[in-house]
């Protein structure tokens, strides 16, 4: 089973959290930002990635900390459960409507860290949630996980749409290229032999 757990603790913030990648989409998520756990219920969902997760932030302050160390940890979990990379698609991507909102998601598990982010929330908060986080999620995701992510809003105008497409497009394309490809049993798909 490729499967990660990681803890996390900082004068910031206190996580736990475990990630399934074969998974059925099953998650306990209390990130102690609503928003925020609706978006990770949302990746667990449509990735079908298990997903436990437990934080303690300083959220008197905002949700800055929270968001961003929590996209470190499970970019983390994400990485530790692909082991060599062996055997897995590599490459993978998705275009995801909710209702007027569009958004194209392509990843690359390639050893490389990059975000290509085409993105505008227009809203600055969503509940008590600064759209701009979203961005930051994703991005301290990126950078844990090495994996190269272009995420690209082709329509949209309501913030909550528009966010909870990227986050169900990112999970979508993350299980298409983590997904294992029988032309690829036992060897990595790069012609370095490494990713």
Known sequence: MRSSDIRRKTAETDITLSLVLDGSGKSDINTGCGFLDHMLTLFSAHGCFDLNLSCSGDTNVDFHHTAEDIGICLGQAFCSS??????????????????????LCA????????LSWDVSIPAQKIGNFDSELVKEFWLAFVRASAVTLHVRQLSGE????????VFKAAARCLRDAAETDPAY???????????
């Open 82 to 103: 692909l082991g060599d990379k062996s055997g897995i698609r590599r490459y993978g991507h998705s275009v995801i409507p909710m209702d007027e909102a569009l958004v």
């Open 158 to 165: 309501n913030s909550h749409h528009i966010a909870e497409c």
């Open 185 to 195: 049993l036992g060897r990595v798909p790069s012609t370095k032999g490494v990713l």
């Open 107 to 114: 990843a690359d598990l390639s050893g490389r860290s990059v």
